[in-house]
């Protein structure tokens, strides 16, 4: 089994207490309950995934499903969401505060095709069937610059093997991100693999073809407005083994 983290809310008021007092949107993480799930089952995540269906305004199945992991306060998810209102939209992210401003703003917009889960996005797959993810989105992933962190990252061959398992013939996975060493590793692993295509990248995504549909993130903004470098953008497509 692996480790999840205690809930403290319901298992430990006195450690609940103290923890809240030293970061506070530890106690706001259980306020949204139909947008935030502070500590995620398989089980209670297939509960609210349903119920975001019920909820749904036409009542039908929620077309496509999309996963962003480490998707911080949530500006690209949403608008993501507002653009493709008949799809589904997980997000995944470790941060008290981010997931707080991302729910708030989920809330004030009312948008319905959201579900945040704080969770580590290394475990993704436990939430997804085979062949039932449609769309993968990791916007700027924290880089471990140093050869002795790479361990640590986050998209390695054993995450796009998970990726391969989860996602469907023709699934999309898109990544962006300013640390081109990491970008160019992750590239290698992707042009490797027998179950992905690359169908898109470039190495300076604001400066090419692809920045016209391109959805800012908040990292993003926040590197244009400073030293502005070039990013690193793919995207890979599941290979439909039909088609072979
Ligand atoms: C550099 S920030 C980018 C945030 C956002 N994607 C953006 O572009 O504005 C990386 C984000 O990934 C989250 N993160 C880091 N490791 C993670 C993990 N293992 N699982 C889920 N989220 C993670 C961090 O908390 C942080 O919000």
Not at 2 to 7: A, V, W
Not at 34 to 57: G, T
Not at 119 to 146: A, M, R, T, V
Request: hydrophobic residues 30%.
């Amino acid at each position: 089994m692996r480790y999840r983290p205690k809930n403290y809310k319901v298992e430990d008021q006195k450690i609940f207490t103290r923890l809240k007092k030293n970061n506070p949107y530890i106690a706001l993480l259980y306020n949204f309950p139909k947008i935030l799930i502070p500590h995620p089952s398989i089980e209670n995540f297939q509960n609210h995934f349903e119920n975001k269906k019920k909820d749904s305004k036409d009542k039908s199945h929620l077309g496509k499903i999309h996963l962003e992991i480490g998707c911080g306060s949530g500006r690209y998810l949403i608008e993501n969401a507002i653009n493709h209102k008949k799809d589904s939209f997980i997000g995944i992210e470790l941060r008290y505060k981010r997931l707080v401003l991302a729910a708030k703003k989920i809330e004030r917009q009312n948008i319905k095709n959201i579900l945040l889960l704080r969770e580590c996005g290394e475990y993704f797959d436990e939430y997804f069937q085979q062949n039932s993810l449609d769309f993968l989105h990791i916007n700027f992933p924290d880089p471990w610059n140093k050869k002795s962190q790479r361990k640590h990252r986050l998209i390695n061959h054993n995450f796009i093997s998970k990726l391969s398992y989860t996602m469907r013939s023709n699934g999309e996975f898109r990544l962006k991100t300013d640390h081109l060493e990491y970008f160019e590793t992750v590239f290698k692993i992707l042009s490797d693999s027998k179950d992905f295509t690359i169908i898109e990248h470039t190495k300076d995504l604001h400066e090419s073809i692809y920045n016209d549909k391109n959805i800012l993130t908040e990292f993003e903004m926040l590197f244009k407005s400073k030293d502005n470098p070039p990013i690193g953008y793919f995207l890979a497509k599941k290979i439909n083994k039909k088609n072979n």
